[in-house]
Each structure stands twice: as structure tokens, then as C-alpha cells.
């Protein structure tokens, strides 16, 4: 199972576009790298998933490298609210046993 | 669609006692589920893999006689909490993931477990 890496904690300002990198220099062929939001006391969200160049959602794109040895996750214009957790995982489709990292904890400010 | 139920959302038992937590499948039917614990400012530590009609696949350091999981159907998972102690105090999340879409996990949204 593939280990990722993240930035352990960022800061950002209301409106502003948020990038998030992972690295996961041991992914493996059939690994897909999938993010989650985790507020306090909750239970993660899934945001994105996908496997190979760009994937693109209502609340988030994620950008992923010839390579695949990294990934970006992107959030538009975030508010407030967005401050969580997010994490970046990368799991085999037939497993999916998931390794969760520390994770990086994003503050918005007003 | 696709949502994880689990209860009770807190509980608080004392030293000694046994507490069991249940995860739901509510519109979707779930081979597998997921069961992690998370401490206060941690990560997600994975316990457990649950697979419907069979026995759970405990991670290496989990006591499985401790932690008993039962997985009798396509939608509900149980773990109890056996001879609680408060160590065991923790965030229990637990995880489903769909048949028909087997791409994803979800999470239920974790119960609150205090040993006082």
C-alpha cells in the first residue's frame, strides 16, 4: 500500500483558490488516490477520486501528473467553512484497504 | 444516496463494561465495511475489515477478542467494545463500502466513546 506525504497544516484567506499537493512516490498500477474532508468529531467526506490527469467536480478538481507519483487537490474559492482535514490516500480498486496519513489541516481566514 | 448511520453518536460506560456500536448501510447494500479509531489531533488507524457472513480481518496490535465485530448483513456491522477501559476512549468511525460502486468508501459520522 502506497504512503503519502502532505503538507501538515496550510493557511489560506476567504475567496482564495487552495492547492494541496501529495506526494505518493510508491503508487502502484492499479492504485487510484482519492481525498477526503474531515471535520471535527465527523466522519470523512469523500471529494475526489481518480486515477490519472484531471478530474473535476462541484466542489473540487484534482490534478494528477504523467507520473502519478503526486497529485493536486484544488478548491475554488473556499470559505470558511472549508476549514478541515484533508486527506489524501491512494488504495488498489480490488482492496481498497485504506493507510491514512497525518493528514493537512487547512484554516481559512476572513 | 449513500449513507452510513452509526449509534449511538456518544456513549459513556464505566470501567469494565461492554459497549456495542452499530454502522448501517441505509440505502445501499455494503460487502464491506471498514472500522477505525481515531484519537484526539491523530489520524484514522484502520481496526478492522469487516466482510458480510464472514470473520473480521483485524489489523496487526487490535485484540480481536477485545474488539468484536460482526458483519451479519449486507447493511449492519456491529463492534463491541468488550471490558472497556479508558484507553478505549476514542473516536470509532466506521466505513461501508458499496457493492455496486466499489470505487468508494463512506463513513459513517463516528461515535464518541467515553470509559470513565
Known amino acids: 500500500l502506497a504512503k503519502t506525504t502532505q503538507p501538515i497544516s496550510m493557511d489560506s484567506y476567504e475567496g482564495q483558490e487552495v492547492n494541496i499537493t501529495c506526494s505518493h512516490n510508491n503508487i502502484a498500477t492499479n492504485d487510484y488516490i482519492t481525498w477526503y474532508q474531515q471535520f471535527p468529531s465527523q466522519g470523512p467526506r469523500f471529494i475526489i477520486q481518480g486515477y490519472k490527469t484531471k478530474v473535476t467536480n462541484e466542489v473540487a478538481s484534482l490534478f494528477i501528473p504523467a507520473d502519478r507519483k503526486s497529485s493536486t487537490l484544488s478548491l475554488p474559492r473556499v470559505s470558511l467553512s472549508d476549514t478541515a482535514v484533508y486527506y489524501c490516500?491512494?488504495?488498489?480498486?480490488?482492496?481498497?484497504?485504506?493507510?491514512w496519513g497525518a493528514g493537512t489541516k487547512l484554516i481559512i481566514k476572513p | 444516496g449513500a449513507v452510513v448511520s452509526q449509534h449511538p453518536s456518544w456513549v459513556i460506560c464505566k470501567s469494565g463494561t461492554s459497549v456495542k456500536i452499530e454502522c448501517r448501510s441505509l440505502?445501499?447494500?455494503?460487502?464491506?465495511m471498514f472500522w477505525y479509531r481515531q484519537f484526539p489531533k491523530q489520524s484514522l488507524m484502520l481496526m478492522a475489515t469487516?466482510?458480510?457472513?464472514?470473520?473480521?480481518?483485524?489489523e496487526q496490535g487490535v485484540e480481536k477478542d477485545k474488539f468484536l465485530i460482526n458483519h451479519a448483513s449486507l447493511t449492519l456491522s456491529t463492534l463491541t467494545v468488550t471490558s472497556a477501559h479508558p484507553e478505549d476512549s476514542s473516536f470509532y468511525i466506521c466505513s461501508a463500502r458499496d457493492i455496486s460502486f466499489a470505487y468508494e468508501q463512506y463513513f459513517g459520522p463516528g461515535t464518541r466513546l467515553t470509559v470513565t
Open positions: 490516500l491512494v488504495g488498489a480498486v480490488s482492496n481498497y484497504q485504506l493507510i
Open positions: 440505502d445501499f447494500q455494503a460487502t464491506t
Open positions: 469487516s466482510n458480510e457472513g464472514s470473520k473480521a480481518t483485524y
